[in-house]
Each structure stands twice: as C-alpha cells, then as structure tokens.
T-cell receptor, first 109, second 115 residues
Framework: GQSLEQPSEVTAVEGAIVQINCTYQ??????LSWYQQHDGGAPTFLSY????GLEETGRFSSFLSRSDSYGYLLLQELQMKDSASYFC??????????FGKGTTLSVSS | DAGVIQSPRHEVTEMGQEVTLRCKPI?????LFWYRQTMMRGLELLIY????????DSGMPEDRFSAKMPNASFSTLKIQPSEPRDSAVYFC?????????????FGSGTRLTVV
C-alpha cells in the first residue's frame, strides 16, 4: 500500500515563507506531485518531482529526497490568495496518483 | 479549451435511487480518473481508465458503483442504489497519460447529497 503524511494546518502572514512537508511510504515510487485546492474548487496542479532536488516555479518551489522518502512545497512572498489546501500525491509507474489528506494554509494580513 | 466538464454540478437524491455522474475529458488526453472527496477520507481514487480501458478499479467501494468509458470523450460513474454514506464531491480528472509529470486537470466536481 501507499501512505502519505502531511500537517493538517499551517498558518502564516502575508509576505512570509512557509514550507509544507510530506513524507511517504510506497513501493515502486515514481514521483511526488503537489496540488492546490481553494475552498469549493477543484485541485490544480502545481509541481512534479521525480528526481532529487529543488524545482522552482515562480513563488513556489518543490523539493524531493528519494532516499528520505520526503518532499516539501515552499511558498514564498505569501499572498492572501495562497490561502488554500495543498495536497502531496505519489504514484508508482503506470498508476494513478494517491493523495495525502491535505494541508490547510491560512494566510493573514 | 473548455477543460474537463462534469455534470451535474449538484445532485440531491433519495436513498435507494440511481445516480449517474458524467464527465467529458480534455480532447487528446488518454487517461481519465474518478476521485471522491470527503472531509474524513480526503481525495480517494475510485477508478482510472487509459485509452478508454479500465486499468485500476480497486478503489471502487462496492458493487453499487460502476464506471464506463464508451469513447475517448465521455465517461460515467453510476451509483445504484445510492446510500447516505455516498454523499461526497466526485471529481473527474484527465491527463495526457497516467504518468503524473504532465499533471492532472480536474473538473469542477459533482457535489452529491444522498438523503
């Protein structure tokens, strides 16, 4: 089976930096994905890591360490609109994504 | 591109009734996924198709649930008979292929309430 652990809630203020961690257990690991979901909305794709290291996309970055079965999503220069739920997800080769329970990020002014 | 289109957006039905949820994936996407989201269980994979063929249906809760993909542009998820515990948001998603590196595009979801 597969399991993912991520914090249930994180709070931060505008302009700050926040890191959302994700640890996973799965056989045949292929990659780690991150999705954002606003209240009442659909999950939207943020990033994908298959290799160790940091991937940067604007204010968001995602990191993966395959040896530690660990990754994180880094959000910089936080804005109010970043308040949302963030999900990490893993897949094995040829299989569909399995999602974690999500982290609710609340950004205050 | 209109994205992934799901219908209906909301469905309220009585226990025991049949419910059919519909999904039109993005044209050219070869993989289609059905997920269910609840507060307690999060986002659960129900079934996924690749090139219209069901590949993994291990997440389908029980025989009351069935899914079909008769062609590349349409899929249905049917619950018969429905029960109150089926109340959830059901998402359909599509992707170029099951490999997650391309990202999944989700539809707006169907909020199902069974009373």
């Amino acid at each position: 089976g597969q399991s993912l652990e991520q914090p249930s809630e994180v709070t931060a203020v505008e302009g700050a930096i926040v890191q959302i961690n994700c640890t996973y257990q799965t056989s045949g690991f292929y990659g780690l994905s991150w999705y954002q979901q606003h209240d009442g909305g659909a999950p939207t794709f943020l990033s994908y890591n298959a290799l160790d290291g940091l991937e940067e996309t604007g204010r968001f970055s995602s990191f993966l360490s395959r040896s530690d079965s660990y990754g994180y999503l880094l959000l910089q220069e936080l804005q109010m609109k970043d308040s949302a739920s963030y999900f990490c997800a893993v897949n094995q080769a040829g299989t569909a994504l399995i999602f974690g329970k999500g982290t609710t990020l609340s950004v205050s002014s | 591109d209109a994205g992934v289109i799901q219908s209906p957006r909301h469905e309220v039905t009585e226990m025991g009734q049949e419910v059919t949820l519909r999904c039109k994936p993005i044209s050219g996407h070869n993989s289609l996924f059905w997920y269910r989201q609840t507060m307690m269980r999060g986002l659960e994979l129900l079934i996924y198709f690749n090139n219209n063929v069901p590949i993994d249906d291990s997440g389908m809760p029980e025989d009351r649930f069935s899914a079909k993909m008769p062609n590349a542009s349409f899929s249905t998820l049917k619950i018969q008979p429905s029960e109150p515990r089926d109340s959830a948001v059901y998402f359909c998603a599509s992707s170029l292929q099951a490999q997650a590196n391309y990202g999944y595009t989700f539809g707006s979801g169907t909020r199902l309430t069974v009373v």
